[in-house]
């Protein structure tokens, strides 16, 4: 009888885990929908700056370099949580093109090249 509980606290626990990770995997996921947002509102801006500059008021592209700044730091944020997003999958990303491989496999499924 004891067994059959231990049994079923294991499946439930293993459920609410699993469940918590989706969740996780939900968060991350929306995560970098909101980082890619912010690159094309940064991208965006960017655009607009550099054709202002092309007109008679202005001789340089101001604020351009605060821009590229920032979108430096959201790639850097958007890798940085698309390999947590691959944690939470258990998968790698491929160093050579990013793409995303089963932490199993040796090789990326995409470009070939070995996983480590
Ligand atoms: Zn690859």
Redesign the pocket.
């Known amino acids: 009888m004891e067994k059959i509980f231990s049994d079923i606290k294991k499946t439930v626990d293993g459920a609410v885990k699993k469940s918590g990770e989706l969740v996780e995997i939900t968060k991350v996921k929306l995560s970098i929908v909101d980082i890619k947002n912010k690159i094309d509102a940064r991208f965006k801006e960017l655009g607009r700056i550099v054709y202002n500059a092309s007109g008679p008021e202005y001789s340089e592209a101001e604020g351009a370099d605060a821009i590229i700044e920032e979108l430096n730091a959201l790639y850097e944020e958007l890798k940085k949580t698309e390999e947590r997003l691959a944690e939470l999958k258990s998968e790698v990303v491929?160093k050579?093109?990013g793409?995303l491989s089963s932490d199993d496999s040796l090789y990326?499924r995409?470009?070939?090249?070995k996983l480590d």
């Open positions: 491929c050579s093109c793409s990326c995409k470009c070939g090249a």
